[in-house]
Every structure is written in structure tokens, then in C-alpha cells.
T-cell receptor, first 119, second 113 residues
Framework: AQKVTQAQTEISVVEKEDVTLDCVYE???????LFWYKQPPSGELVFLIR??????QNEISGRYSWNFQKSTSSFNFTITASQVVDSAVYFC????????????????FGSGTRLSIRP | DVKVTQSSRYLVKRTGEKVFLECVQD?????MFWYRQDPGLGLRLIYF???????EKGDIPEGYSVSREKKERFSLILESASTNQTSMYLC????????????FGSGTRLTVV
């Protein structure tokens, strides 16, 4: 069965600190996709990144970086030099199978990590 | 810009009422989903649909039903609202080859009193 675990319920750091959000997943498929979404106070989930199971390269986008390690089934998210605008709930998620398949590809979400950045 | 629109941002209903939550997408996506979000539980899938008039149960379908008469519209129905259905409801859609996974609506915060 597929499962996503975000063990950190809440994190609070002071602005400009670096912070890492942990994500551990379980799946029996060899083809799968991992996602991170951000949910600001407005409520709408905002896509941040998608990674497929065959691409273990780490990715950096500005202050955001992602570390995908299949050996430990982890897909961690780091924010460098955090800012108050980064305050949000962050969700890690998993979708099994090929996303070009015609049937619905369900995404399973973790329970989320609430990140608070203090000025 | 592509959009998923949920008809109400906030809703207050009485116990026992029949409640309709509406979701419309303008991306011609085949797949649509209803989730509920509760603190500490993340997003849990209620129902999804991969085609018009098709529906499949998610992880927590009890107390809910859905309707998809047109491709762009996916309705969530609470047949007899109960206080334990007080929650944030999120609609999402996706299509083949969608790189961003789902596109989400802004959510409907439902309070059942």
C-alpha cells in the first residue's frame, strides 16, 4: 500500500534560518511520482515540484531545494534563508504509476507540516 | 489562467440538511477529485471521477455521494449533513500528461451546526 509520512507536524524558525521538511514514502511500484505542494493561508494548494522515480537528481529552484533518495524512500524539502512569506502548510504527496495512463492517477498526501517563519 | 472553481468559500449548514458542493474546471480535464482536509490528517480522498457519469470511491466515501453529469463539473453531496463532516473540502482536477499533478480549487470550509 502507498503511504506518505511527514513526521514534523509543526516547525517554527526565525527568518533567514534554513529549514528542512522531511518526507518518507512507501510504495511497491517501481514507477511513481513525488510532489510537494504549498498551502498558504488563502487555502489553495500550490504546486512546487514533481519528481519521477527514475530521476534521483537533486533539484534547486531559488531558495528551494529537494533531496530525493530512493535508498531511504525520502524526498526532503529545504528552504534556504527562510522568509516570512514561506509560512504555510507544506504537503508531500505520492502518485503511483504512469501519469500518461488514461485512468485517474490518485495522489496520496501526507498529513502536512505547518511551517511558521518568525520575523 | 487555468482554474478550478469551487462555488462557495464558506458554508454553514444544519445537521440533517442535504448539502451540495460544486466544483467546475475549465481545463477539459478528464479526472476530478474531492478531498477533505482536517488538521493532523492531511488530505483524504472522498471520491474521484475519471469520466463523465463515472465515479469511484476514495478512502472515506461514507456519508457522501457525487455527481458528474458534465465533464467540467463535479459535485459532492452530503445526503444528511452531520457535525463530523465539518471540514475543509478541496476539489482538484488532472489530465493525461499533467506535469503539475492536480490543479486545486481554493476550498470550501463547511461548518455543520
Amino acid at each position: 500500500a502507498q503511504k506518505v509520512t511527514q513526521a514534523q507536524t509543526e516547525i517554527s524558525v526565525v527568518e533567514k534560518e534554513d529549514v528542512t521538511l522531511d518526507c518518507v514514502y512507501e510504495t511497491r511500484d517501481t514507477t511513481y511520482y513525488l510532489f510537494w505542494y504549498k498551502q498558504p493561508p488563502s487555502g489553495e494548494l500550490v504546486f512546487l515540484i514533481r519528481r519521477n522515480s527514475f530521476d534521483e537528481q537533486n533539484e534547486i529552484s531559488g531558495r528551494y531545494s529537494w533531496n530525493f533518495q530512493k535508498s531511504t524512500s525520502s524526498f526532503n524539502f529545504t528552504i534556504t534563508a527562510s522568509q516570512v512569506v514561506d509560512s504555510a502548510v507544506y504537503f508531500c504527496a505520492l502518485s503511483e504509476g504512469d501519469d500518461f495512463h488514461s485512468s485517474a492517477s490518485k495522489i496520496i498526501f501526507g498529513s502536512g507540516t505547518r511551517l511558521s517563519i518568525r520575523p | 489562467d487555468v482554474k478550478v472553481t469551487q462555488s462557495s468559500r464558506y458554508l454553514v449548514k444544519r445537521t440533517g440538511e442535504k448539502v451540495f458542493l460544486e466544483c467546475v474546471q475549465d481545463m477539459d480535464h478528464e479526472n476530478m477529485f474531492w478531498y477533505r482536509q482536517d488538521p493532523g490528517l492531511g488530505l483524504r480522498l472522498i471520491y474521484f471521477s475519471y469520466d463523465v457519469k463515472m465515479k469511484e470511491k476514495g478512502d472515506i466515501p461514507e456519508g457522501y455521494s457525487v455527481s458528474r453529469e458534465k465533464k467540467e463539473r463535479f459535485s459532492l453531496i452530503l445526503e444528511s449533513a452531520s457535525t463530523n463532516q465539518t471540514s475543509m473540502y478541496l476539489c482538484a482536477s488532472s489530465g493525461p500528461g499533467t506535469r503539475r499533478g492536480y490543479t486545486f480549487g481554493s476550498g470550501t470550509r463547511l461548518t455543520v451546526v
